[in-house]
């Protein structure tokens, strides 16, 4: 069914709904239940009869959004795009908030990391692979103005790290 009435965003929230319901009958054993709504007898809305197999199933759900966050965050980073750039897309608008987004950005995508690839607690990091080099890259954060400054594991011979060295060169002149 094509919903012309509705945004984008709206219509990815039903999406959402939908692929959690089904989880909740086809893995948690609930069934669905066609509803109507108050006073409306002509329309009805399909629901679960075991609210609690909705629950775990949106768990779940929620719990490999997150994953998917991170990962998608890594390999936009080991594309070169910036952590500005990931701020934007994680909806994190500068605003709204006292720090720099892409601070914001990298500290939501850093604390998210399980425990096992945590160095510390007092040293957070990013890990991607650089598309340029094929290098493991670990991402210290924006907090120094130079890209060139922050990340550690390039290949020597990295033509974006380079790139970025070069740029940080040409700004302290
Ligand atoms: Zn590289």
Same mark, same amino acid.
């Given at each position: 069914?094509?919903?012309?009435?509705?945004?984008?965003?709206?219509?990815?929230?039903?999406?959402?709904?939908?692929?959690?319901?089904?989880?909740?009958?086809?893995?948690?054993?609930?069934?669905?239940?066609?509803?109507?709504?108050?006073?409306?007898?002509?329309?009805?809305?399909?629901?679960?009869?075991?609210?609690?197999? &909705? *629950? #775990? =199933? +949106?768990?779940?759900?929620?719990?490999? %959004?997150?994953?998917?966050?991170?990962?998608? !965050? $890594?390999?936009?980073?080991?594309?070169?795009?910036?952590?500005?750039?990931?701020?934007?897309?994680? &909806? *994190? #608008? =500068? +605003?709204?908030?006292?720090?720099?987004? %892409?601070?914001?950005?990298?500290?939501?995508? !850093? $604390?998210?990391?399980?425990?096992?690839?945590?160095?510390?607690?007092?040293?957070?990091?990013?890990?991607?692979?650089?598309?340029?080099?094929?290098?493991?890259?670990?991402?210290?954060?924006?907090?120094?103005?130079?890209?060139?400054?922050?990340?550690?594991?390039?290949?020597?011979?990295?033509?974006?790290?380079?790139?970025?060295?070069?740029?940080?060169?040409?700004?302290?002149?």
């Amino acid at each position: 069914m094509t919903r012309y009435d509705i945004t984008p965003g709206a219509r990815a929230v039903l999406v959402v709904q939908d692929q959690i319901r089904r989880a909740a009958c086809e893995v948690h054993g609930a069934s669905t239940v066609e509803t109507h709504l108050e006073g409306l007898p002509f329309i009805t809305r399909t629901d679960i009869d075991d609210p609690l197999a &909705g *629950i #775990r =199933a +949106a768990v779940a759900a929620r719990n490999v %959004a997150n994953a998917e966050i991170r990962r998608y !965050a $890594e390999q936009a980073r080991g594309a070169a795009r910036t952590w500005d750039e990931i701020a934007e897309a994680l &909806g *994190i #608008r =500068a +605003a709204d908030f006292e720090e720099l987004p %892409a601070i914001l950005a990298f500290l939501l995508i !850093a $604390e998210n990391r399980p425990l096992p690839f945590r160095e510390s607690f007092h040293r957070l990091d990013a890990w991607w692979r650089c598309e340029s080099c094929g290098k493991r890259v670990r991402d210290h954060g924006p907090f120094d103005g130079h890209p060139a400054n922050n990340e550690t594991g390039h290949d020597r011979l990295c033509r974006r790290h380079a790139a970025d060295i070069a740029a940080s060169r040409i700004e302290e002149v």
